[in-house]
């Protein structure tokens, strides 16, 4: 028997994950099953294990119908997880039954449903994935070898999680000594040697390096002293063209303006002048008394509406939601919801508080979604009675 756990275990089978005791299970055929047989096998409450080599059910209450439940991992197909809003997560998947298994052998397949009422469905995914992934790598490799050695030896699968890449250079003792203690495989080819990196630069690397550096100064030095020479043939001819530009003295040219006929406004056209400048004045002082009215009139419409706005917010209703919701929570038609909550609350500060605690993590969103649920319907009549 397992320690603890209930069921006998395999020639070089190692446990991997265990599940909370709250987890049920579920066996049904597929909705595309048309033939006579039936099955059906329900458990409430339960803890369902993951070895490297199959996953088993135990349930909490053992029945003459029902015992437990046992499937190859290789046999466990299409699995993921749904996770609703409302409810616990659960895990779906399809098994093929074996022969001598308790399962009619007219259905292909079953359907398995484990709801993990206290958490744990990803967790139990991962690993399950991961497990299997590395089974039917070491399967496949058995496959490409000769007959006779085509059995899977369930003791070179790696089960651990690989190591993160450190980035560290092996040093040449470590590697002499990982290829003395590499057990050989019989008719395998012969693994060649890894040599190490060297830590030391090939000889006459510093002479090559120093010489190479100084061509690379010397034709930097020619490249600058070529651009110097053109540089200044360049200046020089700019300046003899200027000293050639500046002895044929050509004459500036300078162009002036025609004068303009300025009329002299006669003493008959003063009146008429007089005239249209008190016009305008008295257009200009008619155009700005209106504008100094516009901000007044703004100022006042602003005024109103921030008064409106306040007597708005006074007639504001209180909202009776939370209140009526609260109520419900504590009434008598959601207290199992509301002790399920308490407990699991309880629970979870507990796992937190005591430091030596290594189980599995726990969270109350299930059991505080159940409450919310029960109070929203039950507060939902109330207030639709109170807002007519």
Known sequence: MGEGEGFVYLPNERLIYTSPPRTS????????????????VQS????????????VYLPAQKTKDFQSFSAPLLNVLDS???????????????????????????????????????GGAFDFHTNFERIKERLQQAVENTQEAPRGQRSVDLTAVHLDELPAYDGRRTS???????????PESHGAPPVPPIEAEPLEPPPGYEEVQQQSIAELDESMRRFINSIDRSARFTMGFSELFSDVMSSLGFAEVQAEAPAEDVDTPSTQDEPEAE??????????????????????????????????EEEEEEEEVEDIKPK?????????????????YDECVERVTQQQEDEDYKGPKEDCVEEFFHLAHCATQCAAPKLWKALK
């Open 172 to 182: 040449p003792d470590e590697i002499s000594s990982f290829t003395e203690t590499r």
């Open 80 to 118: 993921h997880v749904s996770a609703p809003f409302f409810g616990p997560n659960v895990w779906t998947s399809l098994v093929q039954p074996v022969s001598g298994g308790g399962i009619p052998s007219s259905l292909p397949a079953v359907q398995l449903k484990v709801t993990f009422k206290e």
């Open 44 to 55: 409430n409450a339960g803890c369902i294990y993951l070895t490297n080599q199959r996953i």
């Open 275 to 308: 005239e249209k400048s008190a016009e305008e004045s008295t257009e200009e002082s008619a155009e700005e008394t209106p504008a100094e009215e516009e901000p007044e009139q703004e100022e006042e419409a602003e005024e109103e509406e921030e008064e409106e």
């Open 324 to 340: 009526l919701e609260e109520e419900c929570a504590n009434s008598s038609q959601c207290a199992p919801y509301k002790h399920h």
């Open 25 to 40: 299970l579920s066996l049904q055929p597929l909705s595309s099953y048309k033939g006579k047989d039936t099955l059906s």
